[in-house]
């Protein structure tokens, strides 16, 4: 039996849906919402990634440029719960550092939350330093641990 074949293209906003369905499975009280994902995809200063498997989305990732810096924020990435374990989160690393690298970006940034040791891992893994604490960044009051990586 053939490997599905997983690729990785543009959001779109038809690909809304799917989506918020995995935005929700994984963030809940944090997640955003349809006309947050209309804005990433549309209108931001940036770009909007997702994996797809047998037409599928299985994962994403949003990046954000910041206004007046070279900085890159990875501003939202996420696997499909059932899809974890198949390195689509380092699939998606991958192309955060190569468009940060076409952009001619100083740094990517992000925020993860200080208990989700798993993203945390692949960060590092990556390239990316902690740098600072957001205190009672989430809904839940939960602390965010601030990460860069150069360029």
Same mark, same amino acid.
């Given at each position: +039996?053939?490997?599905?074949?997983?690729?990785?293209?543009?959001?779109?906003?038809?690909?809304?849906?799917? !989506?918020?369905?995995?935005?929700?499975?994984? &963030?809940?009280?944090? /997640? &955003?919402?349809?006309?947050?994902?209309?804005?990433? !995809?549309?209108? /931001?200063?940036?770009? &909007?990634?997702?994996?797809?498997?047998?037409?599928?989305? !299985?994962?994403?990732?949003?990046?954000? &440029?910041?206004?007046?810096?070279?900085?890159?924020?990875?501003? /939202?990435?996420?696997?499909?719960?059932?899809?974890?374990?198949?390195?689509?989160?380092?699939?998606?690393?991958?192309?955060?550092?190569?468009?940060?690298?076409?952009?001619?970006?100083?740094?990517?940034?992000?925020?993860?939350?200080?208990?989700?040791?798993?993203?945390?891992?692949?960060? +590092?893994?990556?390239?990316?330093?902690?740098?600072?604490?957001?205190?009672?960044?989430?809904?839940?009051?939960?602390?965010?641990?601030?990460?860069?990586?150069? +360029?």
């Amino acid at each position: +039996m053939m490997e599905p074949t997983i690729h990785l293209r543009q959001a779109k906003v038809g690909d809304i849906p799917a !989506i918020l369905e995995i935005e929700q499975e994984c &963030f809940q009280e944090d /997640s &955003f919402s349809r006309e947050q994902f209309v804005y990433l !995809i549309c209108r /931001s200063k940036g770009t &909007f990634y997702v994996v797809v498997e047998q037409e599928r989305i !299985i994962a994403y990732v949003s990046l954000l &440029f910041h206004a007046g810096t070279r900085y890159l924020r990875i501003y /939202s990435i996420a696997v499909h719960p059932d899809c974890r374990g198949r390195k689509l989160g380092q699939l998606l690393m991958e192309r955060t550092i190569e468009t940060a690298l076409e952009c001619k970006a100083a740094k990517i940034t992000l925020e993860v939350k200080e208990s989700n040791t798993p993203a945390i891992k692949l960060y +590092m893994k990556n390239g990316f330093i902690p740098v600072g604490v957001k205190p009672n960044y989430y809904h839940d009051g939960s602390d965010a641990i601030y990460m860069q990586r150069p +360029m």
